[in-house]
């Protein structure tokens, strides 16, 4: 059974911390790709971190330095730090193998809220 539990969302002020947090069904975890996405209202989801089973790890550009990737595989959990928030980052946050198809299983996602 698919399993992918975002968490870790919340409203924090320009210039804040956040960490997201993901537990995923052992299936869904085990040697893929893990990746977070998020998608800001009226904008298309893209994804602005990937972890590989190993810990190397990619970013978008516009989270280099802010955001960290890392994944617990005993946990079967990925999570995302963000550092020195902007207002921009504002979207819901998912995650999900990055080897999926967008028509793929979306988790519900977690609403994160930068103010200025």
């Known amino acids: 059974q698919v399993q992918l539990v975002e ?3 919340g409203l924090v002020q320009a210039g ?3 960490r997201l947090s993901c537990a995923a069904s052992g299936s869904v975890f085990r040697r893929n790709i893990m990746g977070w996405y998020r ?3 009226g904008k298309q989801r893209d994804m602005v971190a990937s972890i ?3 810990g190397s790890t990619w970013y978008a550009d516009s989270v280099k330095g ?3 990737i890392s994944r617990d595989n005993a946990k079967n959990t990925v999570y995302l730090q963000m550092n020195n928030l902007k207002p921009e980052d504002t979207a819901v946050y998912y995650c999900r193998p990055t080897r999926w198809g ?3 299983y ?3 996602g977690t609403q994160v809220t930068v103010s200025s």
Do not use: N
């Open 16 to 18: 804040g911390s956040l």
């Open 102 to 104: 967008p028509s793929e």
């Open 7 to 9: 968490a870790g969302g």
């Open 52 to 54: 590989t089973s190993s």
């Open 39 to 41: 998608q800001a209202p």
């Open 66 to 68: 802010r955001f960290t």
């Open 106 to 108: 979306w988790g519900q």
